[in-house]
């Protein structure tokens, strides 16, 4: 079964950058497709961005100029780091693996979430 | 972007009614759509892709139909365990977005 582990500080100072890391076991990163989505309290879901097998990657325009997001196959871990964060940034960020067959994609496996404060 | 509006935003039911969550897209998202549950505390959960297909897993009492831009998510018979929050995720278009979320809440 495949697992995800989100990790990181779970509090960060305003004009600083956020990072954290998806560690995950059951299976190899490397044939699929990642992303990073995040939920502010009470609110929906936001998708953040995507890395492909390839190691291309597609963002939120809300967030490119602020965001990276990068894979390391060896350890089996997806990152993302978003730079010069405000209280607006504080939610609970999930990674999530995406499968796409035919044109069609789902997010079918998700970690548990990892709440990250923006906060001096 | 495509915006996803959902409604209504809450609906207080009672465990064995059929619900109905709508889903409604700015612009046409084809037949790219999918809808998940989340319940308090937890990560989300793949209900339904590509419109009509079930995960795996799901039971029969969910299906989902719709094309283009209006999209439905029925619940033929609720059981107690699908009070939740159910979100409608357009994938035709990027950014990839979310309707706001519908919660089920019991009457």
């Known amino acids: 079964q495949v697992q995800l582990q989100e990790s990181g500080p779970g509090l960060v100072k305003p004009s600083e950058t956020l990072s954290l890391t998806c560690t995950v076991s059951g299976d190899s990163i490397s044939p699929y497709y990642w992303s990073w989505l995040r939920q502010a309290a009470g609110k929906g879901l936001e998708w953040i961005g995507r890395?492909?097998?390839?190691?291309?990657?597609v963002y939120n325009p809300s967030l490119k100029s602020r965001l990276t997001m990068s894979k390391e196959t060896s350890k089996n871990q997806i990152s993302l780091k978003l730079t010069s964060v405000t209280a607006a940034d504080t939610a609970v960020y999930y990674c999530?693996?995406?499968?796409?067959?035919?044109?069609?994609?789902?997010?079918?496996?998700w970690g548990h979430g990892t709440l990250v404060t923006v906060s001096s | 972007e495509r915006v996803m509006t959902q409604s209504p935003d809450t609906l207080s039911v009672s465990p064995g009614d059929r619900v109905n969550l709508s889903c409604r897209a700015s612009?046409?998202?084809?037949?790219?759509l999918a809808w998940y549950q989340q319940k308090p505390g937890r990560a989300p959960r793949l209900l339904i892709y590509s419109v009509s297909t079930r995960a795996i897993g799901i039971p029969a009492r969910f299906s989902g139909s719709g094309s283009g831009t209006e999209f439905t998510l029925t619940i033929s018979s609720l059981q107690s365990e699908d009070f939740a929050i159910y979100y409608c995720q357009q994938y035709d278009n990027w950014p990839l977005t979310f309707g706001q979320g519908t919660r089920l809440e019991i009457k």
């Open positions: 612009q046409s998202v084809s037949s790219g």
């Open positions: 890395i492909h097998p390839t190691g291309d990657t």
């Open positions: 999530a693996r995406e499968t796409q067959v035919s044109g069609q994609r789902w997010f079918d496996f």
